[in-house]
């Protein structure tokens, strides 16, 4: 596994490692099927000694089969030359199997690493902290799962395969040249060394150019995913002649590095396949001299130039793979870099184990304190989004968080979840430091409604199933009646069946914040935190979900974020918030009666 990157950004390996030592970061995932690779390697040696013979036959076949005077012997025989035609024929069916074994067993293996390594990256961006997502699109991670392990793909299941057998013919090849003609053979390979340089020198390059080319790949994809995902602004504000023009522009960048790539294998291609055949046809010529003059047989040459053509090929084949080998550097580099990427939130290594809430019933209520508390932003370490803030929520009560944009409300609300860790200061439940505790342990008791309702693409069913995934079907709809969702339901065509379409794009807003309201209704937990839960219904939808609410917050800690004050008059208690100090506290009459921030927001609403 490659070293932990710093917590802020994915890792970078360094630029100058060895393809075959990024490379190596996979054999992870290729060591769970040992056999498989086995088999692979079996019926390649198979398919290759199969190949390594047929010069034999040929030469076989030219000085005992062919000479005249071998004719007339083997036709006093009865025809003994049959024999050779017979072995040629079996090289051939043995070369059949092996090769169509060798392909079914790495194909296999290409499809099943690259479902592991898919699976494995992307359960590693999903541990990923928000600090992950902002240096990194999440279109660029969708290319990165698609692009760049489609090219892991055929490296494992084509490329490595192809440059093992052609490693292997290479190597059977220079044996038998030099069986058959050392003198030839040695001079071949003195110059092939000479050649070999060059081209591996050229190979690095073609390297840092592939993985330039998929960096600008993601790049478009990632504006891609960006443009489509706000595709009714772009279409509210009639720009979609700009972004096109924007894609068409990285598409062209992505192509002019794709170019480079192309060309710079292109030579690499051709540099081995000059450099190389000239050498044999070098040696070749060398050979056409000795069997005129004697010192070969007819059928020696023939089989030295099968040998040779094998080796050329085998030269000309590898250099393809490094290419191949290449491109898959850059890509494994990319991909190994999600794989590396360690969260900045995490529980200790023996972490507390909180309890899942009962299914049944109210859960327990949580005790919730700020001690001191201070945070900045990595990305805006100069703006204090919360001071020295302190304040404490009794297990049971409803305690609502009001006060200016930009005031530290929803920051509260991020580090309750622990999406981050304060600077300063301790956050605490039920008396524990929240960094005691496992995430995925701490986020089980806590149920948000957002004002951004999120609904997949799924039906209602399983949208409100999220909040609980072992949901029987009548507890799901239990909570979907008492967050109003059913009013709506029943005039869906397939009713909770119905597919509501990427991010809930045939539902209205409100329909979607009720479904959203009914999934952490679902989820049942001591902790609910609701972020404007109400902002997107109409005034009948609202009064319902409200009166929803209300009984579910009944004997469970809730923690409230409202600009529209009218909502939470009746919280047992409102803090206001101001530049992330807690200015205020008390009830909504006795704020109203201090006179202060508070009272200013509420006759600005009360009295519009």
Known sequence: MPPSPHADAPARPPGRSAAWAVLRGLLPFLAPYRSRIVAAGL?????????????????????????????????????????WFLALFGVAVVL??????????????????????????????????????????SGEVLSRLSADTTLIQTLVGTSVSMGLRNLVLFAGGLVMLLATSARLAGLIVALLVVVILPILFFGRRVRRLSRASQD?????????????????????????????????????????AAVRRTRARAILTAMAIVLVFGTIVFVLWLGAQAVLQGRMSAGELTQFILYAGIVAGSVGALSEVMGDVQRAAGAAERLLELLAAQPRIRGPHDGAAMPVPAVAGAAPAAALSFDAVSFCYPSRPAEPALANLDFRVAPGETVALVGPSGS????????????YDPQSGTVRIDGTDLRDFQPEALRQRIGLVSQDSVVFSADVLENIRYGRLEATDEEVRAAARAANVDEFVERLPQGYHTHVGERGVRLSGGQRQRIAIARALLKNPPLLLLDEATSALDAASEQAVQLALERAMHGRTTLVIAHRLATITGADRILVLDRGRLVETGTHATLVAQGGLYARLAAMQFSA
Do not use: C, N
Request: net charge neutral; hydrophobic share 55%; glycine share 6%.
């Open 43 to 83: 019926a390649l040696l198979v398919a290759a000694a199969a190949t390594l013979t047929v010069p034999v036959a040929f030469r076989q076949l030219i000085d005992i089969g062919f000479a005249v005077r071998s004719l007339q012997a083997e036709a006093a025989r009865g025809g003994h030359v049959d024999i």
């Open 96 to 137: 059949a199997l092996g090769t169509a074994t060798r392909f079914y067993f790495v194909s296999w293996l290409g499809e099943r690493v690259t479902a592991d390594l898919r699976a494995a990256v992307y359960a590693s961006v999903l541990r990923q902290d928000p600090v992950f997502f902002e240096t990194l699109r």
């Open 216 to 256: 600008r790949i993601a790049d478009s994809s990632a504006l891609a995913g960006e443009t489509l995902s706000a595709i009714q602004i772009v279409q509210a504000y009639a720009r979609e002649a700009f972004e096109a023009a924007r894609f068409r522009e990285a598409a062209e960048t992505a192509f002019t």
């Open 408 to 419: 530290g409300k929803t920051t509260v609300f991020a580090l309750l979840l622990r999406f």
